[in-house]
Antibody, heavy 119, light 107 residues
Framework: EVQLLESGGGLVQPGGSLRLSCAAS????????????MTWVRQAPGKGLEWVST????????FYADSVKGRFTISRDTSKKMLYLQMSGLRAEDTALYYC????????WGQGTLVTVSS | DIQMTQSPSSLSASVGDRVIITCRAS??????LAWHQQKPGKAPKSLIH???ILQSGVPSRFSGRGSGAEYTLTITILEADDFATYFC?????????FGPGTTVEIK
């Protein structure tokens, strides 16, 4: 079964930066990622799910929610089976649990990493 | 953006009950619809993709159907392990969007 493990969350001041990582195991990341792409989704405390960003199967195309466009960058390293989310210009409203998930149908989810933006 | 709505927002049910959750998109999404289950303090788990295809390992008491802009998730013979929040999600186009969730509580 696919396993995804996020890391990199923490407490950061408004305007700060953070890079989230998602390690994939138990599946052929290159094959799956090449075919299906990978996605970041977030969930603010007590709230619903919000799509953040997706990278295409071939890594060429990236897609972002309007709320993060220009501030967040999604990338991947297939040789390391890693997905990343570079976040800058962080705001209080970015505080959330961040999940990585496979493809756009989100067939598999990680356990999440918490990002708290506060002074 | 495609808006997703769900009904009801919450429901109380007993073990053994049949539960139906409805999800409506603001436009047709060609069965590009997934259902996810989330228990308190846990990550979501995918139950169904392509509107009606169960993910591997998901019990057969879960089923999905629908077309166009309207979809349903049915849980036949509700079990104690099924008390959770259920989200629908469209992946027909970006931005990917989710329904607000339906919480299934114990009566």
């Amino acid at each position: 079964e696919v396993q995804l493990l996020e890391s990199g969350g923490g407490l950061v001041q408004p305007g700060g930066s953070l890079r989230l990582s998602c390690a994939a195991s138990q599946f052929t990341f290159s094959n799956y990622g090449l075919t299906h792409g990978m996605t970041w989704v977030r969930q603010a405390p007590g709230k619903g799910l919000e799509w953040v960003s997706t990278i295409s199967g071939d890594g060429v195309a990236t897609f972002y929610a309007d709320s993060v466009k220009g501030r967040f960058t999604i990338s991947r390293d297939t040789s390391k089976k890693m997905l990343y989310l570079q976040m800058s210009g962080l705001r209080a409203e970015d505080t959330a649990l961040y999940y990585c998930a496979t493809a756009t149908g989100l067939d598999f989810w990680g356990q999440g990493t918490l990002v708290t933006v506060s002074s | 953006d495609i808006q997703m709505t769900q009904s009801p927002s919450s429901l109380s049910a007993s073990v053994g009950d049949r539960v139906i959750i409805t999800c409506r998109a603001s436009q047709a999404i060609s069965n590009n619809l997934a259902w996810h289950q989330q228990k308190p303090g846990k990550a979501p788990k995918s139950l169904i993709h392509a509107a009606s295809i169960l993910q591997s390992g998901v019990p057969s008491r879960f089923s999905g159907r629908g077309s166009g802009a309207e979809y349903t998730l049915t849980i036949t013979i509700l079990e104690a392990d099924d008390f959770a929040t259920y989200f629908c999600q469209q992946y027909y186009t970006f931005p990917l969007t989710f329904g607000p969730g339906t919480t299934v509580e114990i009566k």
